[in-house]
């Protein structure tokens, strides 16, 4: 009964570390440092960025101006959980995901903030 216990355990711990690296690969080692100017360009629907720069305004609610480093300017939406103790202009990097919608209309979905 032990035996199958720790076997069952073993396949339960391989699974679920197997499914954090897969996400993590898929998640964080996918984005590449841009701009928000090549975002606008060449940017598509669900791809993952990381862009250096600072927010500039707070819109409405959870939506924010962010500058890049370059001086170009995109509407990007945060979690109240991802804006933990930050402030307005503040040099961060972002981790988002691209957000295009059927009307041409694009924005950052940040899923995670790093200060710099």
Do not use: C
């Given at each position: 009964m032990?035996?199958?216990?720790a076997?069952?355990l073993s396949l339960?711990a391989?699974f679920?570390?197997g499914?954090?690296?897969?996400?993590?690969?898929?998640h964080?080692?996918s984005?590449q440092?841009?701009?928000?100017a090549?975002?606008k360009?060449?940017g598509?629907d669900?791809?993952?960025?990381?862009?250096?720069?600072e927010f500039?305004?707070h819109?409405?609610?959870?939506?924010?101006?962010f500058t890049d480093n370059e001086?170009?300017?995109?509407?990007?939406?945060v979690?109240?959980?991802?804006?933990?103790?930050?402030?307005m202009?503040?040099?961060v990097?972002?981790?988002a995901?691209v957000?295009k919608?059927?009307?041409?209309?694009?924005?950052?979905?940040?899923?995670?903030?790093?200060?710099?």
């Amino acid at each position: 009964m032990k035996k199958m216990l720790a076997i069952v355990l073993s396949l339960v711990a391989v699974f679920v570390l197997g499914t954090a690296v897969v996400f993590a690969a898929k998640h964080h080692n996918s984005a590449q440092v841009t701009t928000i100017a090549d975002i606008k360009a060449n940017g598509w629907d669900e791809q993952r960025v990381l862009v250096d720069g600072e927010f500039t305004e707070h819109i409405y609610k959870d939506l924010y101006t962010f500058t890049d480093n370059e001086g170009n300017s995109m509407t990007v939406e945060v979690d109240d959980d991802i804006w933990y103790q930050l402030s307005m202009d503040t040099p961060v990097r972002i981790y988002a995901e691209v957000d295009k919608d059927w009307h041409g209309g694009i924005e950052l979905e940040v899923k995670n903030i790093e200060k710099r």
